[in-house]
């Protein structure tokens, strides 16, 4: 069966050869096609073009999309959907003028997470999650990645795995699994780091890669967290297994860690939201995504990552949500795209092509997600009537999306 969208007032992210990403000056440009038509089948995309070249409407369902805009929907290259209960306490703890570190060192932040996830069900914690889970698709997102990392113990960690595998065999959007289990130090580790890392190389990979439970491998390269000698021993284990790096780096300290993860050529570097002359040196010539996540940046009260001065530099950048309970407990793609053009300063050409052309190269999916290519997976939104595009970041709080379709299908 074949679903023909009709009168589209424009579409946004047309590529007629497909792009792996864009970087720099390039980000500033998304190609659009006016007065539009979209051609499906199946989970496909098999044509496009201009109202005047449309397609006959025999034998097929018809949507008729006056005055609205449709997009490929959003990757979200960095999220922590999977966990158990919630850090509300926390929230209010900041407001009263705690902060994150603050809490962390009250055993609160990550550790409190671990501790409700290890004494939840499997199917507890799936039940949980795959509420979130079908918020962001109707909310737009047709790829996401989740990691684990609220485990911090061998069977924690696969726990959470085991329901991001479930998850992506139960849901039509496109999911990648990261193996987080370098996220934190637990309490009985705190003077014995080599220890836990041990435990993580010899113990936990093996039986990761046994049951094929991930695609790439992370850890949090921070000051009182991961250094960057034990993130270089996590990287260099999970390349064995052939799962690539994606870092959490830079969010509050820079301490060098980006040159060691382009140097053992990470997919993507997170959070940057203190970035040096010398990191951004390093991430030049590099296949290395910069990933930005102003969600959090908002929600925690820490400086924005410095996207004008990278995107001028010339690289590549990302937007993701950090869906987290700690420091965002949303996984709203369109206030992502939303507080990147408003606190960023990027421009909604470059922040939608930061949602989702190089989102999904930041998943390794760029062959078949991030454009309205033919051939790549019927991944699109529809919004409701609007002026133009520009109306997505600028009524930050309105929900301007009418449908959203993932593999073809309506969700
Ligand atoms: N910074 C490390 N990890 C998460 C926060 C984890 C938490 O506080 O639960 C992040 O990306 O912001
Ligand atoms: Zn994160």
């Not at 997102?141 to 061998?154: N, P, Q, R």
């Not at 049951?211 to 990287?235: K, P, Q, W």
């Amino acid at each position: 069966m074949q679903l023909l969208i009709t009168n589209i007032k424009e579409l946004l992210q047309v590529r007629e050869t497909n792009i792996e990403k864009v970087s720099g000056k390039e980000m500033a440009t998304l190609p659009t096609i006016k007065n539009a038509f979209l051609l499906i089948e199946n989970d496909y995309i098999i044509n496009f073009g201009e109202m005047n070249d449309c397609p006959n409407t025999d034998s097929k369902k018809v949507i008729d999309a006056t005055g609205k805009i449709v997009l490929p929907t959003w990757c979200d290259s960095h999220t922590h959907i999977v966990y158990a209960g919630n850090r509300e306490q926390e929230f209010v703890d900041r407001i009263n003028g705690l902060s994150y570190e603050e809490i962390a060192n009250r055993g609160g932040g990550i550790l409190n997470s671990a501790k409700k996830l290890n004494e939840t069900s499997e199917e507890e914690i799936y039940n949980q999650s795959k509420y979130r889970l079908e918020e962001i698709m109707q909310q737009g997102t047709g790829a996401v990645e989740i990691k684990s990392g609220y485990g911090l113990t061998v069977d924690g960690e696969l726990k959470m795995l085991r329901v991001i595998k479930k998850l992506a065999k139960n849901y039509p959007i496109t999911i990648k699994a990261t193996f987080l289990g370098a996220h934190a130090f637990p309490k009985e580790y705190k003077e014995n780091h080599s220890g836990y890392i041990d435990l993580i190389i010899n113990e936990m990979l093996p039986k990761i890669a046994e049951e094929n439970l991930a695609d790439y491998i992370d850890a949090f390269l921070e000051t009182g967290y991961f250094s960057v000698e034990e993130t270089e021993r996590i990287m260099i284990a999970g390349k064995k297994y052939g799962l690539q790096a994606k870092i959490h780096v830079n969010q509050f300290t820079a301490i060098n860690g980006i040159e060691a993860c382009v140097k053992h050529n990470a997919l993507t570097v997170d959070h940057l939201e203190i970035i040096t002359d010398e990191d951004i040196e390093a991430l030049k010539n590099s296949k290395t995504m910069s990933v930005a996540l102003p969600s959090c940046s908002y929600f925690i009260s820490i400086p924005y990552t410095p996207a004008r001065k990278m995107i001028t530099a010339g690289l590549p950048l990302a937007l993701a949500s950090d869906s987290n309970p700690g420091t965002t407990p949303s996984g709203n793609m369109n206030f992502v795209v939303a507080t990147a053009c408003i606190k960023m300063k990027m421009t909604p050409e470059e922040a939608i092509n930061a949602a989702t052309i190089n989102g999904a190269y930041a998943m390794g999916i760029s062959e078949t997600h991030g454009s309205i290519t033919k051939g790549k997976k019927a991944n699109f939104i529809i919004t409701k009537p609007l002026n133009s595009y520009y109306e997505l970041p600028y009524l930050f709080g309105s929900n301007l999306i009418e449908k959203v379709f993932i593999d073809g299908k309506l969700v």
